[in-house]
């Protein structure tokens, strides 16, 4: 009778999940854009790439719909590396990177191809120190040497030097990275390469490094979770994720000798300066640029200049178009910074060069 | 078949369409179970020549260093599995050591209990542990077990297991949020309905003439289960160990989220450890095909594969010889 009893108990727990399920299941399959596959005539374009941007590029295409309802842009965050490595193998549309292409790479691709950023983002230091609440002001050198474990207690000379007026605790400082391979490692380890010799001797840059001490988390959310549970600890997070966690972040020195809080105009300002053609050598680390966040980026997108086929060619234009002017007007609530006037016209000044067998591609009137 | 024998005429005559289908069923039957069993050896030994073929290029490179080196340096393309293998074995060590005295009590409680108000409820609990997504386990480890560990459990153990002359190395306080204790407690968690669901169906099995011979013998029931129960089911108890140790092994994103994913060896379990499952998830995403690192995670799964055979096999004789000296 018992078993029974307990058999009814979960058929109506089983069913109670179905339904939710289903109800789920329905919901996002009406907020799906292009839920109407009978009206789809346009291409479909399929993009590969970088994890980085692609919160953005999923937003982008969600709202391209309502500007052009027959295309359908799908795209997959794969990674840098797995974005390039599609390009180049031609499976996909396009690519996408947070590194410009390298020569090595260069030299794989066949045909000639167009390289553009699409959007801007920044690599934020962040604390958890409860006891202080002005915002810290930190450099390049003493970053690297708390990540190196040189220095260990949050009242050290060097911080206290950056933060005259601040009582800084004798809290043991305890570091968080990202134990995933990420772009925003490689953006991280790549400014404190040129910011303290140390550091590029003994650890260098990449996407995942031999952090010489703390520990390491998955994700943004991962860090921000490990870092909001230990007093005294520091970590590094992208510039959307830090601004919506609560985590008091730090301003950093800038070549100029200024110390910038990162924002979305600090981040605008470093790409303010950033030159066509993209290169392996092109970087908006360290700008400049007065106002510049020094630990910035951008990420870029890779398309192929021949295309064959014309509907999807239109699409192509016709999307990154749009993003790059109205579509820039999104990235304020995403957290994301807009290119520039000047290299946001730049960069559709490069799509003008798609062809479809010779002849240029112009895009739609609906984008313009 | 001696009866089909002694009789062949009359029998034969009468049952031959069903002989011969039964004949036909069985074929069929020891076709297909030969044709599944070549299949799954096939298949391990596909599974075992990719991660053979991609791991080579590492174990070309680095040669036994591999197995002894702690770098782990992607940029200088360094690679050495030390620091993950230790972590793994600490982390599985750990969580089998604390999940299966738990289990195997629960197993008898689940089986000697009379009454069904304890038992029904029970049994159904640890059925629900067991279909718990692992991802759950991690979430609900990191945002609720390792806040309530490091704020309780570890200053305890630090102010008395720590006290003790060896034991006190095992227990240096780190301010790190994730550690290989925590890590090993979730996995005991996670592994416990596994080896409690397989412990008690092998103790179901023990034939009552066993523990009521003990018991005439006036042993008590606690002795009835040590000296007739327990030794009985003594291979079925490693077969489900193993089992729970496989996914211990195994386990990826819960431990990721648990154990701090830091590098380097430390005796202390509260410091930041890092597994090889966890380092596989965490890296291959990303890993650059320029280098050793995606090579070197492949040879780092294959290093899993072999700890488990190991252990299995190890078991396996632990078992065959603690039933020789027992008989």
Not at chain 1, 102 to 114: D, N, R
Not at chain 1, 144 to 173: E, H, Y
Not at chain 2, 135 to 149: D, E, I, S
Request: proline content about 6%.
């Amino acid at each position: 009778m018992r078993t029974k009893r307990f058999v009814s108990v979960f058929a109506v727990i089983a069913l109670a999940v179905g339904a939710l399920t289903l109800a789920g299941c329905g919901q996002s399959t009406t907020s799906t854009p292009g839920g109407t596959p009978a009206a789809f005539t346009g291409a479909a374009l399929v993009g590969a790439g970088a994890t980085f941007p692609g919160p953005v590029y999923s937003q982008w295409a969600q709202s391209f719909v309502k500007v052009e309802p027959s295309a359908q842009v799908n795209y997959q965050a794969i990674g840098s590396g797995g974005g390039v490595q599609q390009f180049i193998s031609k499976t996909v549309d396009f690519g996408a990177t947070d590194v410009s292409l390298i020569a090595s790479e260069t030299a794989k691709v066949s045909t000639p191809f167009i390289q553009f950023p699409t959007c801007l983002g920044a690599v934020v230091v962040s604390y958890n120190l409860p006891a202080v609440t002005t915002p810290l002001k930190l450099d390049g050198a003493t970053i690297a040497n708390i990540f190196l474990g040189k220095i260990t207690k949050w009242n050290d000379p060097a911080i206290a030097a950056l933060n005259s007026g601040v009582t800084l605790p004798a809290t043991a400082i305890q570091v968080v990275h990202r134990a995933d391979g990420s772009g925003t490692t490689s953006i991280f380890t790549k400014w404190l390469k040129g910011q303290s010799p140390d550091w590029a001797s003994k650890v260098g840059a990449g996407k995942s490094v031999q952090w010489p001490t703390g520990q390491g988390g998955n994700g943004n959310a991962g860090v921000a979770a490990s870092m909001k549970q230990t007093a005294g600890s520091i970590g590094y997070l992208e510039l959307q994720y830090a601004l919506s966690s609560g985590l008091p972040v730090a301003s950093v020195k800038a070549p100029d000798g200024q110390f910038v809080v990162p924002n979305v105009d600090s981040v605008a300002k470093a790409a303010s300066d950033l030159s066509f053609p993209i290169t392996e050598t092109t970087s908006i680390l360290d700008s400049k640029v007065a106002g510049a966040y020094p630990i910035s980026s951008t990420t870029y997108i890779l398309i192929y200049t021949d295309q064959t086929d014309q509907a999807k060619a239109q699409t192509l234009v016709d999307f990154w178009t749009w993003a790059l002017t109205k579509g820039q007007a999104e990235l304020g609530t995403l957290n994301y910074a807009p290119l520039p006037d000047s290299v946001a016209k730049a960069s559709v000044a490069e799509l003008a060069k798609i062809t479809v067998n010779g002849t240029a591609v112009t895009p739609s009137a609906v984008v313009k | 078949m001696s009866e089909v024998s002694q009789s062949p005429r009359t029998e034969h005559d009468a049952e031959t369409p069903v002989r011969r289908r039964l004949r036909i069923g069985d074929s069929v039957l020891s076709g297909t179970t030969v044709l599944i069993s070549v299949g799954l050896v096939a298949l391990l030994a596909a599974l075992l020549w990719v991660l053979e073929q991609g791991a080579a290029p590492a174990f070309m490179k680095y040669g036994l260093n591999f197995f002894t080196s702690r770098q782990w340096d992607p940029v200088n393309d360094r690679f050495g599995a030390l620091p993950y293998i230790y972590g793994t074995v600490v982390t599985s060590t750990l969580a089998i050591l604390s999940a299966l005295p738990i289990s195997v009590g629960l197993a008898l409680l689940l089986n000697e209990v009379r009454s069904r108000l304890l038992r029904n409820p029970l049994t159904v609990l640890v059925d629900l542990l067991a279909a718990i997504p692992s991802v759950v386990y991690g979430l609900w480890g990191l945002f609720v077990l390792a806040p309530f560990l490091n704020r309780y459990l570890a200053p305890a153990l630090g102010a008395t297991l720590g006290k003790l002359p060896i034991l006190s190395a095992l227990f240096v306080p780190t301010p790190a949020v994730g550690n290989m204790l925590n890590a090993g407690i979730i996995l005991a968690i996670m592994i416990i309905p596994i080896i409690t669901a397989v412990t008690r169906e092998v103790i179901a099995t023990v034939p009552h003439d066993l523990r009521e011979a003990a018991m005439a013998l006036g042993a008590t029931r606690y002795e009835a289960i040590r000296m007739a129960v327990l030794p009985h089911a003594r291979s079925g108890i490693v077969g489900a160990t193993m089992l729970g140790l496989g996914r211990a092994l195994g386990e990826t994103i819960a431990v990721s989220m648990l154990i701090g994913n830091g590098l380097g060896i430390s005796a202390s379990l509260l410091a930041p450890g890092y597994t090889i499952p966890a380092i596989i998830a965490n890296e291959f995403r990303e890993a650059t095909s320029t280098g050793m690192q995606h090579s070197a995670l492949l040879a780092l799964a294959l290093v899993l594969v072999a700890i488990a055979l190991f252990l299995a096999a190890a078991s396996r004789l632990l078992v065959r010889r603690s039933e020789r000296m027992g008989s």
